[in-house]
């Protein structure tokens, strides 16, 4: 459960069914194929590392996969310190399919303006994965990983 | 032969860092020289004293209402039109080299596109970017997803740590103090003088400058990250400018009483920052008290500053050698200022915030137009802004200044200054942050009375106002806002002010990062 009032908080509508989108959502392995910005994202034993396309990586720990609630959520470890971090993703039931909620919590919240830019840019990215099969931007399959970022053409 | 402009810009640097403005330290015989062939502008305001507002300003000649940038972590629109765009279409060669900030510099995410390029290491993003055809980034050190941190991390991985962290690993500005004197954002920096950021701008404009064809008309903007904290520059500069051989700034009130009785005839915000009560932006470290500082670290911020000033000079002078010697410099008009100021110990602060002083608000700008047209050197003191940049390029280039654009092109003369009916500028700051903070001010600044009032917000009730007469009291410490004998005065530039500010988008651009 959340702890504090929601910082951040968006939501979207979905036309698909709520099991099928609550299955992706449920994977916390998948997040980066629909997530923009995160290269990957990989789940050992209740922690997931995400790296990101800026070169960094996250460290998160998943505290609850409900899934008669249809509630996933997390919490951001490291490397960046939070006094206090608390994320949910809720698939519901909505007469056009599915709505999922994605709320956040965090202190301090010099990062409030970036997430929730970023969770928007999230929901529409599992929206486009559900429905059109379409990854974000910045996955890359496990075959073609390398060590880093893209590094071409630079002088 | 093509024409050129060069634009230079700084980054956070004051009005009395350079010799030809009064500055005593920093040696800086290139811009002097510029200044002295050309004109120099002793009252030039940007129209907002943070950086991205102010860039937003600079590549649109809009006033902030009208391009929407209204604070730090607000993305100008990708389709707002620009000057670069204009002078792109009219076939000039366009580019930028360090810092653009267009977008917001914290992105972990890789959202916007001139991150993105800076991780990838493109140079365009598949098209012209707002204009550039070409654009390097460099920030303030080694961290965020720069041109100039990724050929750092190939080159010189061993000083990838040797900046200063500009932020902390709670993301917030870094509060951390070092050098000799625990000044915050201060550190002794192992980097070569080579490598460092100001030297690889510069590096990279002549490498560009050099691929175009003689020809070519073009339009570069050469935009230094420094003397934006951290004031980190390479240790074996450090020699330059001995920071306990310096005086104190005219602007630091030594005695507390004395400082702080001056805070306090300002309005009330400026009392709670000092006593680290307050909050109100991202642009300081928020666990750092002004209160604290001490003599010495104004001090040593202050000579860090200045040394960084003059690697500026320096690179730019190799950029007009380069220029000079394959004959384009005689074609060459040269635009020299910065996006806003630095308190560098005024008032008993450092950094910047919603304070319409001095300090942050007079700027450097030289205008050197190209020795070809035999400009006739001058100075003006009649007000300017940023937002008659983009205008004054247009007037360079043969372009018509389009309607959107609020600005008007440079005077080159107090003649030409009072032709164009030269009485104002206007400087705005709107700002909410997530710790409830929320401040508006709007100042105007008509020859040398600068009022500035404040709208409601958490900390102003709107009745606040500041009134400084910066003829009999250039170091705003007597502030004449409540003065009866003033009322019809400060009545006649506020009504002024509203007038001439355009009116508030309805619907305000979004705040996608802190800055």
């Not at chain 2, 900046?163 to 192992?190: C, K, M, T, W, Y």
Request: net charge negative; proline share 7%.
């Amino acid at each position: 459960m959340l702890e504090r009032a929601v910082d951040v908080r968006r939501e979207v509508v979905i036309g698909a069914a709520v099991d099928e989108v609550w299955k992706v959502v449920a994977d916390g392995a998948r997040q980066a194929e629909w997530f923009p910005g995160m290269v990957s994202s990989q789940v050992d034993d209740g922690i997931r590392t995400i790296v990101t396309a800026v070169g960094g990586f996250l460290m998160e720990e998943i505290l609850e996969v409900d899934h008669e609630a249809r509630c996933f959520e997390y919490r951001i470890t490291g490397p960046m310190h939070l006094d206090h971090h608390r994320g949910r993703i809720t698939v519901l039931e909505d007469q056009d399919g599915a709505r999922v909620v994605y709320e956040q919590e965090l202190e301090p919240k010099a990062l409030v303006y970036v997430l929730d830019a970023a969770i928007g840019d999230a929901l529409d990215g599992l929206r486009d994965l559900v429905l059109d099969g379409r990854i974000s931007r910045s996955f890359v399959a496990v075959d073609d990983r390398s060590d880093g970022p893209a590094t071409k053409g630079a002088a | 032969m093509g024409r050129g402009i060069l634009f230079v810009t700084t980054d956070q640097q004051r009005y009395d860092a350079l010799g030809c403005n009064g500055g005593a330290i920093a040696r800086t015989p290139v811009i002097d020289g510029l200044a002295a062939a050309g004109i120099r502008y002793e009252r030039a305001h940007p129209q907002n004293v943070v950086c991205m507002p102010s860039r937003a300003t600079m590549l649109t000649g809009q006033h902030v209402r009208n391009h929407g940038v209204w604070m730090n972590g607000v993305p100008l629109p990708a389709e707002s039109a620009t000057v670069a765009g204009l002078l792109h279409d009219a076939g000039w060669r366009t580019s930028l080299f360090g810092k653009a900030h267009f977008e917001p510099l914290l992105d972990p995410f890789l959202r916007f596109p001139e991150n993105r390029m800076g991780v990838t290491g493109d140079t365009d993003d598949g098209k012209p970017h707002r204009g550039f055809e070409h654009m390097e980034f460099a920030a303030h050190g080694s961290g965020g997803p720069t041109h100039y941190g990724g050929w750092l991390r190939r080159n010189q991985p061993d000083h990838m740590g040797s900046f200063f962290p500009a932020l902390g690993i709670d993301l917030e500005v870094n509060s951390e103090g070092g050098g000799e004197s625990g000044a915050p954002q201060v550190r002794h920096n192992p980097v070569p003088r080579e490598v460092y950021h100001t030297d690889w701008v510069a590096d990279r404009a002549i490498s560009w400058l050099g691929g175009l064809d003689l020809d070519d008309d073009w339009f570069c903007w050469l935009s230094f990250p420094d003397p934006h904290h951290p004031w980190d520059p390479p240790a074996s500069e450090l020699h330059r400018v001995p920071w306990r051989d310096l005086d104190l700034p005219e602007g630091y009130p030594v005695l507390q009483a004395e400082r702080e009785a001056a805070i306090d005839a300002k309005a009330a915000h400026w009392r709670h920052w000092y006593d680290g009560t307050l909050v109100t932006n991202f642009e300081a470290p928020p666990r750092w008290v002004p209160a604290t500082l001490t003599t010495d670290q104004v001090r040593e911020v202050n000579a860090m500053a200045h040394i960084q000033n003059e690697l500026i000079d320096e690179a730019l002078g190799r950029v007009l050698a380069v220029l000079d010697a394959d004959g384009r410099g005689n074609g060459t008009d040269v635009v020299f200022t910065t996006d806003h100021g630095e308190f560098q110990g005024d008032h008993g602060f450092l950094f910047k915030g919603p304070f319409h002083v001095d300090s942050l608000m007079r700027l450097p700008l030289v205008w050197r137009p190209a020795p070809s047209r035999a400009v006739q050197p001058s100075v003006v003191s009649e007000p300017v802004g940023l937002l008659d940049l983009a205008p004054t390029f247009c007037r360079i280039a043969g372009l018509p200044v389009p309607e959107w654009m609020d600005g008007e092109p440079l005077p080159m003369s107090p003649a030409d200054a009072g032709a164009q009916g030269r009485q104002r500028v206007l400087t705005e700051w709107d700002s909410v942050h997530p710790g409830g903070a929320e401040v508006h001010l709007q100042t105007i600044t008509r020859h040398a009375l600068v009022c500035t009032r404040y709208e409601p917000g958490t900390c102003h009730d709107g009745t606040e106002g500041e009134l400084w007469d910066l003829d009999e009291d250039p170091l705003q410490l007597v502030n004449l806002w409540d003065d009866p004998t003033r009322r019809s005065l400060r009545d006649d530039l506020v009504g002024d002010l509203v007038d001439a500010l355009p009116e508030r988008p309805r619907t305000p651009l979004g705040l996608e990062a802190p800055v």
